[in-house]
């Protein structure tokens, strides 16, 4: 071999034919891996065993010092650095795979030519057809009539031709893209696909650009464009997207075609302009951004000239969460946080429900805070506003605004006083101005006034096991200046409330056994007693009071009301007692029972303006179980029970099943009496299951291709004997593309209901086409969960050549 010349990238050894080698040719049927000679191999190249095997050595440091290797049936040697292979022969270099019946190789200059049943593997991208030309050097070359593969979404596709450009770019002509899998053996004829003259793929940038390009759906054009980009991946990058389309009762035939645009890695804005039969065109948009310090949204839409309202219609949302580091030394930093929200009219929220700034409720607030903290310290400023959506049907009394609001805080654990450590001490002070717009005539005057607030408070918690002992005193201090319309009637008032209370409770376990099983038992009694003096509250204003619910925390509270403008005078105790079943291996909780009532040892005259004094001893009983003996059942149960009526005054049952991944219904009853009374059911489930077809869960695949599914929810009024909302549908997955039909159902009023009706189609590894019926579906269904879930990149090695 010491006569061969050393080429400056291959150099051919064929075991049990070396003196054919010396020759130049080598004429017999032996097969062998050819490489550098020993005495020429780069020290940082791959080497081979003796017995083929690879062996490891030190890593190159540049392409071209990558080593070649070949295996063949025969070799030919024509001239010093032209080579020809054949019979089923493989070149491998670096995560470069090419194998076919007949090889041509220049050394000199790295070219390649291979033909006959050629398949080319890179880094797991797989191409097959009849004939390749490339450089292995610069990964340029083409393919004549490929079909092709690529790992990382499982694009598939055919072409006359594929020209390599380099590494990570090529250019497909007159070809076909699709994730769909194709079927070997038969013609490839995908349910969707992109066919288009010419079709770019970028994998270094996962975009796809296709000039000249229609999107076929079972072989129907459903999307056709002069030029089309797509992703190759997850990856963001500009470009169009698929559009939306749905038909709604009120806004009737929608279209919306929106445009990404990837301005940075941190910056990014969708365009969303819809077409809108009933109404006109409505032009929205989405800009978001991400720093260190700061990040936020903003959304915003404008139609001019609503043809159903005769005026021009807009809304716009924006959230702002910056940290101002440094801004005072020695703290923490400052806070800032924005929020504004707001519509052009009343009726903004029953026009679009689903507008792009989700602006569905009828309070939409306006604030801006800002924080710093250092130790036990806080301060803070803001402003709080409100829109209010006012309908003549249903109008209701919107909140003050607070222009501004001050306060400074002090919290501090663990204080040692008098010789006890452990204790907790609170202080809250606040000053808020309250504002209002109020109706007078015709005119819109302003209410409201000053309120300075200052609430201490001192608290110790004794325990140890199965037992607590917590103390606690409050001092309330309030001081008002009120001011009437527009200034007049200035008043000034003050209010100072002492509070104190006791928590107590005990623990008690014990083993036991049900149906077999071992379990822990517990008997939690617990006893809370609370006192607050009378102060007549009559003539205070009342700006941010109002009643608690009935739960089993107000039950265990000092106070009646929340806010800080009615103090409830109370002398009560509460009674509460728990028992639950812990599995004594793993500590979760199979069983809970609890139940709580409240006992008042004199009346409570302290009301909200309008309301009566509670002169009842014994307030309602509440009894609540929560039950989940199995982990694929789980049943929660609430109930007010009055001693005095014998009745339920409100109740709640609910259960869900969910026996696994996209597999779960749920229930449940509500009933307030006197008020209202309703059923409510969701649930996603594979039909095959109902037969026992279903598959197992497969990763990111959901229960994989040729499935469908139900999901929905229904709202259910008994009394009145309707559907009060309802989202209900089919989702079909064919393995490389998505299908969903969703009816929804919103009510709008008490007489009035917006309906549409949602067609989706979302194609694998390309886009979604049809309307956001996925934010329905996950905004109204307990834990629906979404077909195609992210998982991690796919590995190479299940397509290793």
Known sequence: ???????????????????????????SQTTAWAQESASNADAGAMGLKADGGLQEALPVSENNALPTFVRSQSMENKGKTFSEFEGEVEVRRHDLVIRADKVEFDQQSSDLKATGNVLINRNGDRFTGPELQLNVETSKGYFEQPEYELLKNGATGNASRIDFIDRDNMVVENGEYSTCERVPGSKWMPDWMIRASSIELDTKEDVGTAKGGVLEFKGVPILGAPYLTFPLSDKRKSGALPPSINIDSTSGFEVSAPYYLNLAPNFDATLVPTVMSKRGVDLGAEFRYLEPSYTGTFKGAYMPSDKLRDTDRWAYSWGHGQYLTGAIGGGSGLGLNLRLNQVSDDNYWRDFPRSLTSLTSRLLPNDVTLGWTRGPWSVGAGAYKWQALQDAEAPFTPPYDRLPVLGVNYEQLGQTILGSP???VTLQTNFTRFQRSVDVDGAGLKVGGDRTLMVGGLTRRWQAPGWFVQPAAQLHMTQYQTTGLDGEDDTAASRIVPTVSLDSGLVFERPTQFFGKDYTQT??????????????????????SGSRDFNLATMFSTNAFNGNDRIADMKAVTLGLNSRLLDPGTGSEVVRLGLAQRYFLTDQNVTLPGGTAVTERISDMLLAARVQWDPLWSFDSTFQYNPKSNTSARSTLGGRYTPGPYRVISAAYRIQRGVSEQVDLGWQWPLAALWGGASEPLPGRALGPNQWYSVGRINYSIPDSKVLDLVAGFEYDAGCWLGRVVMERLQTSTTEANQRVLFQLEFNGLSRLGASSLQTLQANIPRYRYLREEVSPPSRFPQYD
């Open 1 to 27: 071999m010491s006569n061969l010349p050393q080429p400056t990238r291959l150099s051919i050894a064929v075991y049990g034919a070396l003196a054919a080698l010396a020759l130049g040719s080598v004429t």
């Open 422 to 424: 452990d204790w907790d």
């Open 523 to 544: 008997l939690e009694p617990r006893a809370f007693f609370t006192w607050t003096p009378y102060r007549d509250q009559l003539d205070l204003p009342n700006y941010d």
